[in-house]
Nanobody, 121 residues
């Protein structure tokens, strides 16, 4: 499975960005897509994931600010981020795994290259 993220950028605190992830490959549709965030000098952490049937799971600290849209094309994911804070700065990775709802990086087999989000205060 190949994953390609897009949509990162620089915004001021309180601003919004939308990230996208396209999955390709013969087994792409057999995987759930998730988003992880890696702040500078910190470990990669779970942000959100979704199923093709509409399930959405969010990390507590983004639950009221980030959204995975309800209608997604097959093998696509999107992360709508609003109310961005400086601590949201870092690389955002799209990941593919076979079990819905997992929050550990060890549960994901495939990773994108990451897209940079920078939030200034």
């Amino acid at each position: 499975v190949r994953l390609v993220e897009s949509g990162g950028g620089s915004v001021q605190a309180g601003g919004s960005l939308t990230l996208s992830c396209e999955a390709s490959g013969p087994t792409a549709s057999a995987h759930y897509l998730a988003w992880f965030h890696q702040a500078p000098g910190k470990e990669r952490q779970f942000v959100a994931t979704s199923s093709w049937s509409g399930d959405r799971i969010y990390a507590y600290h983004v639950k009221d600010r980030f959204t995975i849209p309800s209608h997604l094309a097959e093998n696509w994911s999107s992360l709508q981020m609003s109310g961005l804070k400086p601590e949201d700065t870092g690389l955002y990775y799209c990941a593919a795994g076979r079990v819905l709802g997992r929050r550990s990086i060890e549960d994901y087999e495939y990773w994108g290259q990451g897209t940079q989000v920078t939030v200034s205060s």
